[in-house]
């Protein structure tokens, strides 16, 4: 960006300068207008220098016109790059997503997390491989208890979930002292995947859902309930693996720090109240936390048991 600028000013510099020397020539034919001579070779180069403005003017106009375009195109390379967003004002383009080495970024971290914890949804795009739904701390809880730390993610994060066809999911234990068993269910009432029974921190086995349109609900605790999409027309083709667990928002940095050192890459994070008022781990500031790796699933989520564990919610 710098060359360009200094180029510009350079142009306009060159510029301003010619428009002075007319100017000069200008005052100087005047004063000398009685001399037939002097005036022919004033406007001689008069038109010299009416020339020399036009073609540099040119110039700078070409490479004005040359900067745009090359400034537009990396605008739209970027834009066309793959993303991996929730819905609620997030559309496709809005969040950019660098996936290198596992490695993922964006560039507004915070804008991925907030619509999650806004909205319940998380639609991945085909780099991401396999997808860990956590069951946060007192996730059997009814609705309008008032246990629950998000409202739209109080018995599933995400509770709602869209993914690329070939994508591999699992749930993550985070309720302590509660046995859970998922039920997957598709869109005719057939039951298609139930999982292990799994305690405070597990996980259970893992599938890969054919596409269509999905239900998750709990064996014992009816009141659970979530959504999978497995999107037809996209398959998945990377090898990354995501999900977001909630954590205080005082012990943030341990957590951070425990994620890392397990390999996690922290890929966006959100600062909210907790909607719990009556149990007190539960409430005061949390933070949601997205992740992503590029383990394999089943160490990924092995990894984050004993983060699950530490967890101060009981």
Known sequence: MLLPLILNDSLIHLL???????????LRMVQTN???????????????MTVSVIFISFVFLTYAISFTVYSSQNVLAQN?????????????GSNTANVNNGSVSFNNSNLLAKSIYDTGKLVMIPSFSGIIISLPDETHHFDNENLRISLENGHYLPENLVISSGTAIVFVHGDPNHVHTEIVTDSNGNRVWTTNTISHPGATDSKVLPPGSYTITDAKYPSMKGTITVEPNVKSNGNLVTGAIFAPTPSLEQYRSQLQSAGFQISSTFDFTSAVTKQKDLAGPTTLIVYST???????????LPILKSLPYR
């Open 16 to 26: 301003l300068n010619h428009l002075n020397n007319i100017k000069l020539y200008v």
């Open 34 to 48: 009685n001399n037939p001579i002097c005036w022919i070779k004033h406007h001689q180069i008069n038109l010299q």
């Open 294 to 304: 590029s383990q394999p699933l089943d160490n990924a989520k092995t990894k984050l």
């Open 80 to 92: 066309s790059v793959d993303t991996f967003s929730s819905t609620g004002g997030i559309s496709a």
